[in-house]
């Protein structure tokens, strides 16, 4: 088959290689100096209507959209209407997770257990809401924001802070919700609008310190799979996935593509933190890899509406991904730092999420420049071989967290292997 992957992140990065991995002919678009190394890469505008036209001008039988902007741009709409499959919601469906105002509502007409919730249009009322309550206290921008619209706040004054920066924005909304306590889990969704296949939980660490301190990232490391008992996983499937699905569908937007269900398990059970419209990003340069089966005919198969679900298939194998971060990220992040990349041995690949070629050099291009995976026969191997490869990566300054899997008491595997 003839793939379009359109993004130029870590995330597109790991899609291009688990379709590569399957011998399709793989087009990215706009790409990044890791993917042409294993995809062609094209050039041009990323509007809806031009990446339709491109998509068609290249014969494609599939395209499968990365990040969540070219989703609420409708590229799959225009796609859908130039007759070329594409794998991800329509515009409308992925308000799921482009608005969260609409978001949490959905999940309250539908009975998906989430935070209680308030959602503030006003400056003031929002600031009055919070003075009155107790910390921490959860606020978040109603609108897309790479992940990084959401500050766990432990004091009415940084709660006031974080309601002051969204409403600099003309039309914003703030969400403000009940903090839940628990273990954070991502479950991935692979939907053709009814039938569904689960990929293996994962765990992905938001804040840039160690300890979950400091500000949020769009994502800095995640292990997979996450350990979650199966009655647990009946209930996600039962009471979050199905639902929403079903929900989707009665309200005339049924959702194909990938449904990410960021979840905290809570004492009282699992509860939606957040919906996301794609595959999580670095949780797909974690899950990806462990996908044995082919990515590229299960999107085509969900964009047409019949998904085999027993044909998704992963290894038994755990994977473990690290970011290196640019310096100053994710406030202010130092580009054009030149980088040396280590040869990677098998299980191991090192994903560009944010580089450039400046002449010959590769030089960091983003806040998250590199995403260094590792894949191996259980966590702490898989951790140890991915914190071996990012320590031989020669980024000066780099930031990395060194905790990942930490939350579940996971320490890295000592690995004896230099690659
Ligand atoms: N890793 C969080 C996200 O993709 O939104």
Same mark, same amino acid.
């Given at each position: ?51 339709? =036209? %491109? !998509? ?7 395209? /499968? +959209?990365?990040?969540? #902007?070219? $989703?609420? *741009? @409708? ?50 009322? =929002? %600031? !009055? ?7 921490? /206290? +959860?606020?978040?921008? #109603?609108? $897309?924001? *790479? @992940? ?186 130092e580009r054009g730092i030149p980088l040396t990349l280590p040869e990677a041995g ?74």
């Amino acid at each position: 088959m003839r793939v379009l992957v359109v993004g130029g992140g870590g995330r597109e990065h790991a899609i291009v290689h688990a379709c590569a991995r399957a011998r399709h002919d793989v087009l990215c678009t706009p790409g990044n100096p890791g993917i042409a190394l294993m995809a062609r890469v094209l050039d041009g505008a990323q509007d809806a209507a031009t990446l339709a =036209a %491109l !998509a068609a001008a290249e014969a494609v039988d599939i395209v /499968i +959209v990365g990040p969540e #902007a070219y $989703l609420a *741009a @409708g590229v799959v709409d225009a796609c859908r209407a130039a007759g070329i499959p594409a794998f991800g919601p329509t515009r409308d469906a992925s308000r799921l997770e482009g608005d969260k105002a609409w978001s949490k509502a959905f999940m309250i007409r539908h009975g998906i257990p989430t935070a209680q919730h308030e959602v503030f249009s006003e400056l003031d009322m =929002a %600031l !009055a809401h919070v003075s009155g309550l107790t910390p921490p /206290i +959860v606020v978040k921008d #109603a609108g $897309l924001k *790479a @992940g990084k619209g959401v500050t766990i706040a432990h004091s009415a004054s940084e709660a006031g802070a974080a309601l002051r920066e969204i409403f600099t924005q003309v039309g914003a909304q703030a969400v403000i919700e009940d903090f839940m306590t628990g273990q954070e889990v991502t479950v991935l969704a692979l939907c053709d609008g009814t039938r569904y296949a689960l990929t293996p939980p994962s765990q992905d660490h938001k804040t840039i310190f160690a300890g979950d301190t400091g500000p949020m990232t769009g994502g800095i490391g995640v292990i997979c799979p996450f350990p979650v008992d199966e009655p647990t996983m009946q209930v996600i499937r039962e009471t979050i996935i199905e639902p929403t699905l079903a929900g989707m569908r009665a309200e005339g937007l049924e959702y194909r593509g990938v449904l990410y269900a960021g979840l905290m398990l809570t004492p009282s059970g699992p509860k939606v933190v957040e919906f996301n419209a794609r595959f999580g990003d670095p949780e797909a340069e974690a899950v990806l890899p462990l996908l044995t089966s082919d990515l590229a005919r299960h999107a085509l198969d969900a964009a047409l509406g019949h998904l085999d679900p027993s044909s998704v298939r992963f290894s038994a194998e755990a994977s473990a991904t690290i970011i290196l971060a640019a310096p100053g990220y994710p406030s202010d992040p130092e580009r054009g730092i030149p980088l040396t990349l280590p040869e990677a041995g098998a299980g191991q690949v090192i994903y560009h999420a944010g580089t450039r070629m400046d002449g010959d050099q590769l030089v960091s291009h983003g806040g998250r420049v590199l995403a260094v995976t590792a894949t191996a026969p259980g966590l702490t191997r898989a951790l140890g071989e991915a914190y071996a490869l990012a320590d031989r990566v020669g980024f000066p300054g780099a930031q990395l967290r060194r905790d990942i899997g930490g939350r579940i008491g996971l320490v890295p595997e000592a690995t004896r292997s230099p690659v």
